[in-house]
């Protein structure tokens, strides 16, 4: 499967924003997508997770009452809405997916057999 990852751009400390992970080429029906992001010299950071089948969220403690994970089974996509974003939300984020994840394993990066180019976020002052 090929992810893609938009709705990065530059925002106002506070304010929000929405990526969106598209998958061509199947489905993500049986598939748990996470997002990630990352800062230069720092290792790739869990953001969020979602089991498609159930529809089961998890949440770094970060960003937990914040950001939203959630699916769009019409449109194939998963969501991420951002709201109250501060300047250390400022990274690289990334979507990723894996048909075999076990749920210990969803806030690790090496569980995830797809990934989709990133797509920058810049929280301002």
């Known amino acids: 499967v090929q992810l893609q990852a938009s709705g990065g751009g530059l925002v106002q400390d506070g304010g929000s924003l929405r990526l969106s992970c598209a998958a061509s080429g199947r489905t993500f029906s049986g598939y748990t997508v996470g997002w990630f992001r990352q800062t230069p010299g720092k290792e790739r950071e869990f953001v969020a997770g979602?089991?498609?089948?159930?529809?089961?969220?998890y949440y770094a403690d970060s960003v937990k009452g914040r950001f939203t994970i959630s699916r769009v089974s019409a449109e194939n996509l998963v969501n991420l809405q951002m709201n109250s974003l501060r300047l250390e939300d400022t990274a690289v984020y990334s979507c990723a997916a894996s048909r075999t994840i076990i749920t210990s394993s969803i806030r690790r990066p090496s569980a995830y057999d797809y990934w989709g180019q990133g797509t920058q976020v810049t929280v301002s002052s």
């Open positions: 979602i089991k498609w089948s159930g529809g089961s969220t």
